[in-house]
């Protein structure tokens, strides 16, 4: 079953503009990781945030947590036309091996 | 340095059938794990596979059965395939060893059965 749920699950943005995508999800977890996946092909792991974080960033990429809402946000500054690809967070639970994936956000940048 | 490979990458098959999906892990990584990906959704877990035995086994029918291999490699059997079967199968490697948290992902192998 799917853990959490992608909003919006289109996005639609011109080049250079910013794109945010948000997560939700049901249990206690122990991190979230955000993968983008280009034309349903492999994922590319893009940053894992700890359920003791609340902000991250790496690059043109800053992910927040909120545990007490459940709720990630995934922020994409200044996008560009290889961005264009389904993004999907994950949770992985304590005690669980295993990534929960929720059920995407495909993002299109417009040239 | 090799990432995730999988073979093969694309498969057709008819119902019935049954099918082996192959995967090598990243260099350095003990630990292999199987999702299923329908269209338009996201990964499902299948299994985990760690020291070649099964560690943890998602909601899947018994159809679904896999191997870990000495040198770490994977396989993923399915059994009397049926058309919801068809989807893309993930293969993702990380290293329990080392506690590593983030798992690497393969391209995939597109199933149809028809």
């Known amino acids: 079953s799917q853990q959490g749920e992608e909003d919006p699950q289109a996005l639609s943005i011109q080049e250079g503009e910013n794109a945010t995508m948000n997560c939700s999800y049901k249990?206690?977890?122990?991190?979230l990781q955000w993968y983008r996946q280009n034309s349903g092909r492999g994922l590319v792991h893009l940053i894992l945030i700890r359920s003791n974080e609340r902000e991250k960033h790496s690059g043109r990429l800053r992910v927040t947590l909120d545990t007490s809402k459940k709720s990630s946000s995934l922020l994409i500054t200044a996008s560009r036309a290889a961005d264009t690809a389904s993004y999907f967070c994950?949770?992985?639970?304590?005690?669980?091996?295993?990534?929960?994936f929720g059920t995407g956000t495909r993002l299109t940048i417009i040239p | 340095d090799a990432g995730v490979t999988q073979s093969p990458t694309h498969l057709i098959k008819t119902r019935g059938q049954q099918v082996t999906l192959r995967c090598s892990p990243k260099s350095g990584h003990d630990t292999v794990s199987w999702y299923q990906q329908a269209l338009g959704q996201g990964p499902q877990f299948i299994f985990q596979?760690?020291?070649?035995?099964?560690?943890q086994r998602g909601n899947f029918p018994d159809r679904f059965s896999g191997h870990q291999f000495p040198n770490y490699s994977s396989e993923l059997n399915v059994n009397a395939l049926l058309l919801g079967d068809s989807a893309l199968y993930l293969c993702?490697?990380?290293?329990?060893?080392?506690?590593?948290?983030?798992?690497?992902f393969g391209p995939g192998t597109r199933l149809l059965v028809l």
């Open positions: 249990t206690s977890i122990n991190n």
């Open positions: 994950a949770t992985r639970d304590f005690g669980n091996e295993k990534l929960t």
């Open positions: 596979y760690y020291e070649e035995e099964e560690r």
């Open positions: 993702a490697s990380s290293s329990r060893d080392r506690g590593q948290e983030t798992q690497y």
